[in-house]
């Protein structure tokens, strides 16, 4: 079936410094699934913070990138400089559609990834 | 305002009782959805309510059932829960029937004991 990994639980990055959350993915259903970065920040329910539909593009929202590599299948998430407010729970996801037709539009959930950003 | 509501937001049952897990949303979606983490996994999907009475399994429904007679409210039932069924459990809901963008509540921690 597929999947979604996120190899790290935890990170912790100082304030200004650069971030990168990896995941990777595996479709069985479908060669080029949709891929989503959701966040929950503390306090607050997941949110959806940016998604992908075309493999090679770059989804991008509030300072955050991701590029849909589909030769290592790759979703890592990055940003060039993280700020406090930016600590929260990220998770990385697929889902069983390509594009914007068919399938179910079920997701898939990484673990996620828990960003502490330290001053 | 759009909101997922969960209650409660945590809760300390025995093995053997009766859990219900409610969840609200004021977006009038269609689609309601029951999930559950834990540690050092993904969100696994319970099920899917594409509207009133129109229920689907998602991957892990074995041991839970659903309840959704108002398109705003959805409910998740443990009939004599079970101790590996604590866990977070997250309610969302998305707008249409295949929409990516879900909402979701801030979670029901469960500890069945």
């Known amino acids: 079936g597929d999947s979604v990994t996120q190899t790290e639980g935890q990170v912790t990055v100082s304030e200004s410094k650069s971030l990168i959350i990896n995941c990777t993915y595996s479709?069985?259903?479908?060669?080029?699934?949709?891929l989503f970065w959701y966040v929950r920040y503390p306090g607050e329910g997941l949110q959806l913070l940016l998604k992908?539909?075309?493999?090679?593009q770059k989804g991008s929202s509030r300072g955050f990138e991701a590029t849909y590599n589909k030769e290592t299948t790759s979703f890592h998430l990055q940003k060039a400089s993280v700020q406090e407010s930016d600590s929260a729970v990220y998770y990385c996801?697929?889902?069983?559609?390509?594009?914007?037709?068919?399938?179910?539009?079920?997701?898939?959930f990484g673990e996620g990834t828990k960003l502490t950003v330290s001053s | 305002d759009m909101k997922v509501t969960q209650m409660p937001r945590y809760l300390i049952k025995r093995m053997g009782e009766n859990v219900l897990l409610e969840c609200g949303q004021d977006?009038?979606?269609?689609?309601m959805y029951w999930y559950r983490q834990d540690p050092g996994l993904g969100l696994q999907l319970i099920y899917i309510?594409?509207?009133?009475?129109?229920?689907s399994e998602g991957d892990i429904p074995k041991g839970y059932r659903v309840s959704r007679k108002k398109r705003e409210h959805f409910s998740l039932i443990l009939d004599s829960a079970k101790t590996n069924q604590t866990s977070v459990y997250f309610c969302?809901?998305?707008?249409?029937?295949?929409?990516?963008?879900?909402?979701f509540g801030h979670g029901t921690k469960l500890s069945v004991l």
């Open positions: 969302a809901s998305s707008f249409g029937t295949a929409n990516e963008r879900l909402f």
């Open positions: 479709a069985t259903s479908i060669a080029y699934p949709n």
């Open positions: 992908v539909i075309t493999a090679g």
């Open positions: 996801a697929l889902s069983d559609r390509g594009g914007d037709q068919g399938g179910s539009a079920k997701l898939i």
């Open positions: 977006m009038s979606h269609e689609t």
């Open positions: 309510s594409y509207d009133v009475d129109s229920n």
